[in-house]
């Protein structure tokens, strides 16, 4: 018997795993065309097909991939080079504490620094390079950004899709299916660097009804979200 070519099979009751987790797949309807193919710039989703445009973020960031957009907050002069004392002012601005911010420092530097490295020998001050920062993509992720740091809005659909039965938020319970059902054998590094994303992008957010919203999430992807919390707190002072 032969499978029709139009029907696209995802899911097969032999194998539960499958049903349980079912992938996003774009009604014909929607705006989000090509959902598999990475963009470079933008970071939409089946609600914001055209990414972020709130305060022209879109146009502004245009010559920047995405995962370089995600660091853009940090790199406070904007010159391509994020240094531990950057790292650690952006995460206090974000509402962290001065504990959590030196655990992050400890954890972004010691580990990422290295791969954006322009040569081969390790940089004595743990700086990160925007311009190699997709050499800093791990395992045991949602595959998100692609190892050229563009983004995949078919894995950010998945995450709501596989994880949250369709919703448009995730609980600390869906986060913890996340990560255990991202997690690539033999991987500590990715399961390490998926566990501080997700509990540091928790922690930020600090949802009240502990529903981390798909818009917040997807503005993490793109760096713009933090902005927005940056000031909202600068406001409050």
């Known amino acids: 018997m032969t499978a029709s070519n139009d029907r696209v099979v995802s ?72 240094w531990p004392r950057d790292t650690f002012i952006g995460f206090h601005r974000l509402g962290f504490n001065i504990l959590l911010c030196l655990i992050s420092v400890l954890v972004i530097h010691a580990n990422f620094s290295y791969p954006t490295c322009p040569g081969w020998l390790p940089d004595p001050f743990f700086r990160l390079f925007l311009n190699n920062i997709h050499r800093d993509k791990h395992g045991s992720d949602t595959g998100t950004y692609d190892t050229e740091g563009r983004f995949v809005p078919q894995h950010f659909e998945n995450i709501f899709a596989k994880y949250a039965q369709g919703r448009g938020y995730l609980t600390v319970r869906d986060v913890a299916r996340v990560w255990n059902g991202q997690r690539c054998i033999a991987d500590p590094i990715g399961w390490g660097g998926a566990f501080f994303e997700w509990t540091a992008t928790y922690i930020m957010l600090w949802p009240e009804d502990g529903r981390m919203m798909k818009e917040d999430i997807r503005g993490v992807y793109d760096g713009s979200i933090f902005y927005t919390i940056a000031a909202r707190r600068e406001k409050k002072q």
Do not use: M
């Open 11 to 82: 899911s097969i009751r032999e194998v539960p795993v499958t049903q349980e987790r079912k992938p996003f797949l774009s009604p014909k309807d929607s705006e989000l065309q090509n959902a598999g193919t990475a963009r470079a710039n933008l970071a939409p989703s089946s609600e914001t097909p055209s990414g972020t445009t709130s305060r022209g973020w879109a146009t502004k960031h245009a010559h920047q991939t995405v995962l370089q957009q995600h660091c853009d907050f940090f790199d406070r002069d904007h010159d391509g080079i994020i």
